[in-house]
């Protein structure tokens, strides 16, 4: 009897979501031997992370991640379970089979190109709103809150290009949030 291998691809936003998304892979294939896995999150993949959960070292977690890498994916986490089939692989094999179990996933997976946006929290100290809402008619931008602050919305690429602007606009007073979009 062989091993068998089953990749699954989850969309993760915070290492926070990795227990729960590991117990959903536990519960789908209670008895496995392994959960080995590897996740990279923000669009530099610089938190990133990956785990042989008892194969050898590199074997296993490394393989996936490098999959990861290779496809320029972030915001994703691979798990790949086995369930041992009583024949040893050696190191080797079992790179080329979780690396190909991730891969295969990764290919057969829907994928969402998330871009940056730009939330722009901005306040007229003069206590005028209409000047925001100009300001947001003029520069074409997205009102998503009003209030003490308003919240307007722009892609990323506005960023300074809009700061060249606001620092000519004395009453206003600005702060910038960068995050992922949906």
């Known amino acids: 009897m062989n091993s068998k291998f089953h990749a699954l691809a989850f969309p993760m936003h915070a290492d926070s979501e990795l227990s729960g998304l590991l117990e959903t892979c536990r519960l789908r294939y209670p008895n496995a031997t392994h959960y080995c ?12 992370h990956s785990s042989d959960d008892g194969e050898p070292a590199n074997s296993a977690g490394a393989p996936i991640a490098r999959q990861l890498v290779s496809a320029e994916l972030y915001d994703v986490l691979v798990v790949v379970v086995r369930y041992y089939g009583g024949k040893k692989l050696g190191v080797g094999g079992l790179i080329s089979a979780y690396g190909d179990a991730a891969k295969d996933v990764l290919d057969q997976a829907d ?41 307007l919305q722009t892609d990323a690429e506005q960023r300074e290009f809009l700061e060249s602007v606001l620092k000519e606009l004395p009453n206003f007073e600005w702060h910038f949030i960068e995050k992922l979009g949906q």
């Open 37 to 48: 896995y590897a996740w990279r999150l923000g669009p530099d993949g610089s938190l990133a």
């Open 111 to 151: 994928m969402v190109e998330v871009k940056p946006i730009l939330l722009l929290e901005l306040r007229d100290v003069s206590n005028r709103d209409y000047k925001i809402y100009e300001f947001a008619n003029r520069y074409q931008l997205t009102i998503i809150q009003t209030g003490r602050p308003f919240v």
